[in-house]
């Protein structure tokens, strides 16, 4: 029993990266999904400079075969892009708060 | 029976009568009143500053610091913008291919008129800036409009702000609803926070001129165009409006919008229009 819990960690951690590993499939999608987003911000001009970056970054690790990396890139290009769309909705009215008056 | 209905009509009663009372108030606080604006947008700075001279807000940070002031007034002695200034002088002065020239597009001949830019035009139903109406005059005489950011725009527009130094900022607001919408349309512009570091322009320069943002102290808002176009050190150059917009855009990490884009357009109309009496001090140089 003592012997067989550190194999099994050893197990578990050897098979984890192959577990979260993506593959071309996960980053296509996770790139098509803040291509998207990032289309809707810009259409509301409310786009963000650091959206424009992760995606360009997502799409190099990709071009360079890094998955991994792309797709972590991509989908942090969609949170930044869906908080971009976020605070141009709020702002229609929370601009208001901030005039002189 | 009866008491349920005399409770219902009073309801009823009582909610048209608050919505009666309520309803002047929510469309006067929807009434588009520039004039009201920039009151209160001047009083704002007033009191804000009441050591400040009214005159002096257009000298932007130098009239929120006493130690920049100093070495800025030396440095005016051979100030930065010189060169451009004599080459805006010199194009300005220098014909079109077809013969004619700036002075052929502008009221009188182009001379002493910078304070009344941004103007509303009433045909086109849009915010003309001086910078659109100069490439515009441009491409009328066959020539190829130049960038709206620096260089040649910039000493352009350098030398008509000096033909007007001392002049009181003039902008017009006809009665015209499209007038009056971009006018809210560039203070919504001005007022809506944008890019990942969720920061409006008043983030800056409502709240916190005077204040410093790494090295650099804010200005004002007020009269903040009055100095247009500017030579910034951080530049190494001039810059024009247009490119103050585009760069504040950017350092709030929002991707900026197209030169003399409409929200541009009319955000220098509100900027403008609430200095209106302040002088034009322009062209002027910044850190």
Redesign the interface.
């Known amino acids: 029993m003592k012997r067989s819990l550190p194999l099994a960690m050893l197990l578990a951690l050897s098979l984890a990266p192959a577990a979260s590993a993506a593959n071309e499939a996960d980053y296509k999608a996770a790139y098509t999904a803040a291509e998207a987003a990032s289309r809707e911000a810009a259409g509301m001009r409310n786009q963000w400079t650091v959206t424009v970056s992760a995606l360009a970054a997502a799409k190099r690790a990709a071009d360079g075969g890094d998955f991994d990396r792309a797709t972590t890139a991509a989908k942090e290009a969609e949170a930044l892009a869906k908080a971009s769309i976020f605070q141009a909705m709020s702002e229609k009215e929370a601009w208001k708060a901030m005039e002189i008056r | 029976m009866k008491a349920r209905i005399a409770l219902v009509l009073g309801s009823v009663s009582a909610a048209l009568v608050a919505l009666i009372i309520a309803s002047p108030r929510v469309i006067a606080a929807d009434k588009i009143d520039p004039a009201a604006?920039a009151k209160?947008?001047q009083n704002?700075f007033f009191q804000k500053f009441p050591d400040v001279k009214r005159e002096d807000f257009v000298n932007g940070p130098y009239s929120m610091n006493a130690d920049m002031k100093r070495q800025w007034q030396e440095k005016e002695e051979f100030p930065p913008y010189e060169f451009a200034l004599d080459a805006g002088k010199e194009m300005f002065a220098t014909p079109f291919r077809n013969g004619k020239s700036y002075a052929d597009c502008f009221p009188n001949g182009g001379i002493g008129i910078r304070q009344n830019y941004p103007y509303f035009d009433e045909k086109e139903g849009k915010v003309v800036t001086l910078e659109l109406a100069l490439n515009r005059c441009r491409e009328a005489n066959g020539e190829q409009p130049y960038s709206y950011v620096k260089d040649e725009m910039a000493s352009l527009t350098a030398y008509m702000a000096f033909t007007s130094r001392g002049k009181p900022m003039d902008i017009r607001i006809p009665d015209d609803p499209r007038a009056l919408a971009a006018f809210e349309n560039g203070?919504?512009y001005f007022?809506?926070?944008?890019?990942?570091m969720?920061f409006?322009c008043?983030?800056c320069h409502?709240?916190s001129p005077g204040e410093r943002i790494r090295a650099e102290i804010l200005a004002p808002a007020l009269g903040i165009l009055n100095a247009m176009p500017i030579y910034r050190s951080e530049w190494s150059g001039m810059g024009t409006t247009s490119r103050r917009f585009v760069t504040c855009n950017?350092q709030t990490?929002?991707?900026p919008?197209e030169p003399q884009a409409d929200?541009y357009r009319d955000v220098e109309y509100f900027l403008s229009y609430v200095a209106n009496g302040l002088p034009i001090s322009g062209p002027g140089a910044r850190p």
């Open positions: 604006d209160a947008f704002f203070k919504r007022y809506t926070r944008r890019g990942q969720n409006s008043a983030s409502v709240q950017s990490r929002a991707v919008l929200e």
